[in-house]
C-alpha cells in the first residue's frame, strides 16, 4: 500500500459546526503533514507530526485542532471555522521528519464552510 | 526566510511541444529540491534533486539542479494534453533536528497543453 487516503473528500460545514478530517497511511511512515492549500496557491504547512508527536505548529489558529491516534492515523478537527478557511487539505507522510524522499500526498478534502 | 520562485506563472503550448519551468531558490541549510505535478488534488511526485549537474530523466521528463547558480529546471518533452498541469518545485531545507527539515513551495507553474 503506497498511499495516504484521506476521508471525506468534499465537506461543506456551517461556521458553528464540529467535524474532523481524517488521514490514513499503511506504509510505516512516521512523520505525517496537515497542509492547508488555497486556490491558485502552493500548499502551506499546518502541523507536523512525527512519531505521533506534534512537532510544527505554524501558528495555526486553534479552531484547527490535529490528532495522531497512533502512526497510521491523522485527525485533524475543526470547530468554529470561517469562510476564509474554505479551501483544500491536504495531508502528506514521509518516512521521517529527515527524509523527503517519497514523500507522499493524499488527495485531500475540500472543504467549504458556509 | 527561505524563498521559491517558480517561472512562468502560466504557459500555453501545443501537444508535441517542449516546455521548460524555471524553479529558484534561496535557502538556508539547503538538502535537495522536490518536483511535483498537481492536477485536479494531490501533488504527485516527479523528481529529488540533490547533487548538482546530475540529470534525472522518467519518460518525457527531465530535471537538473545547479547548485552554484541556485536554480533547477523541469523540462517536458513532446508534451501531450495530459500534462497539463501545475508543476510546484519545494526546496528542503536541514533545519535543527528538533524541527526536521523544512519544505518550501514555490508559487507554481500552470502547463496548458492544447491538442
Known amino acids: 500500500d503506497t498511499e495516504v487516503t484521506q476521508t471525506p473528500k468534499h465537506l461543506v460545514m456551517g461556521m458553528t459546526n464540529k467535524k474532523s478530517l481524517k488521514c490514513e497511511q499503511h506504509m510505516g511512515h512516521r512523520a505525517m503533514y496537515w497542509y492547508k492549500q488555497k486556490a491558485k496557491k502552493p500548499p502551506e504547512l499546518m502541523f507536523v507530526y512525527s512519531y505521533e508527536k506534534l512537532s510544527i505548529n505554524e501558528s495555526v489558529p486553534s479552531r484547527f485542532s490535529p490528532e495522531c491516534p497512533n502512526s497510521s492515523l491523522l485527525n485533524l478537527h475543526l470547530h468554529a471555522l470561517q469562510p476564509e478557511d474554505s479551501a483544500l487539505y491536504l495531508c502528506?507522510?514521509?518516512?521521517?521528519?529527515?527524509?523527503?524522499?517519497?514523500?507522499?500526498f493524499g488527495s485531500g478534502t475540500r472543504l467549504t464552510v458556509v | 526566510e527561505d524563498k521559491v520562485v517558480q517561472s512562468p506563472l502560466s504557459l500555453v503550448v501545443h501537444e508535441g511541444d517542449t516546455v521548460t519551468l524555471n524553479c529558484s531558490y534561496e535557502v538556508t541549510n539547503f538538502r535537495s529540491l522536490l518536483w511535483y505535478k498537481q492536477e485536479k488534488k494531490a501533488p504527485t511526485f516527479l523528481f529529488m534533486l540533490t547533487s548538482s549537474g546530475i540529470e534525472k530523466k522518467s519518460g518525457r521528463l527531465s530535471s537538473i539542479l545547479d547548485k552554484k547558480e541556485l536554480f533547477s529546471i523541469l523540462n517536458i518533452t513532446a508534451t501531450q494534453t495530459g500534462d497539463s498541469a501545475v508543476y510546484l518545485c519545494?526546496?528542503?531545507?536541514?533545519?535543527?533536528?528538533?524541527?526536521?527539515?523544512?519544505?518550501?513551495f514555490g508559487g507554481g507553474t500552470r502547463v496548458l497543453v492544447k491538442p
Open positions: 519545494a526546496s528542503v531545507a536541514g533545519g535543527i533536528k528538533a524541527a526536521g527539515n523544512k519544505l518550501t
Open positions: 502528506a507522510s514521509s518516512q521521517d521528519r529527515m527524509d523527503y524522499y517519497g514523500y507522499t
